[in-house]
């Protein structure tokens, strides 16, 4: 079955780190994916998506994604993290199918 | 980008009774979803509502628990039926347009 999996429950990050949320996919094909963001009694947000073309992709907030084909991972990484980037990270395919996502944690 | 209007937020209801969500967009779109998210969980496709025909439902998901309309292409409802506590969750609704989904911010039912 085509899925994606967030290997990670929880990320710990300091203010001003870099951040890496951890997604990889199995999808025959050429993949469409996704990242939302939920932040606490909000609906989702969508970040960014690859659907071709570039394999880093720049999104919303200054996330950017790395689609690698090889590792078959599309990590989502930001270069220096906010206290308000804590919130529930979806990784996505095509747009339905929703990872289990992982909670982003960033202390001042 | 497609603005959509969930109501209500939350509710509590009592068990054995029943809960319309209404799903309102601002534009006119083919494809509704409906999703419920369990409390610490990720969000599991309910169905898919195209206008002029029936929901198509996802393993474990039934038409007589999840009756779902699709009126016309800016309007749909999802109603959870015979509520038990075990359908406290957030349910939200989601369109489609091109390769992006947009979200409601969800409806919270507490079942007691």
């Known amino acids: 079955a085509q899925s994606v999996a967030q290997p990670e429950d929880q990320v710990n990050v300091a203010e001003g780190n870099p951040l890496t949320v951890k997604c990889t996919y199995s999808?025959?094909?050429?993949?469409?994916l996704f990242w939302y963001v939920q932040y606490p009694n909000r609906g989702l947000q969508f970040l960014l998506k690859?659907?071709?073309?570039?394999?880093l992709v720049k999104g919303s907030y200054g996330f950017e994604a790395e689609f690698n084909k090889s590792q078959t991972s599309f990590h989502l990484k930001k270069p220096s993290a906010l206290v308000s980037d804590s919130a529930l990270y979806f990784c996505a395919f095509s747009p339905l199918v929703f990872g289990k996502g992982t909670r982003l944690s960033v202390i001042a | 980008s497609a603005v959509i209007s969930q109501k209500p937020s939350r509710d509590i209801c009592q068990r054995g009774t029943s809960l319309t969500i209404q799903c309102q967009v601002d534009?006119?779109?083919?494809?509704m979803f409906w999703y419920r998210q369990q409390p610490g969980q990720s969000l599991t496709l309910i169905a898919t509502a195209n206008q002029g025909s029936e929901a198509t439902y996802e393993s474990g998901f039934v038409i007589d628990k999840f009756p779902i309309s699709r009126p016309n292409l800016t309007f749909s409802t999802l109603t959870v039926s015979n509520m038990s506590p075990e359908d406290s969750s957030i349910y939200l609704c989601?369109?489609?347009?091109?390769?992006?989904?947009?979200f409601g911010q969800g409806t919270r039912l507490t079942v007691v």
């Open positions: 690859y659907i071709t073309g570039d394999n």
């Open positions: 999808v025959s094909g050429n993949p469409y």
């Open positions: 989601s369109v489609g347009q091109g390769s992006e989904a947009f």
């Open positions: 534009s006119q779109v083919t494809m």
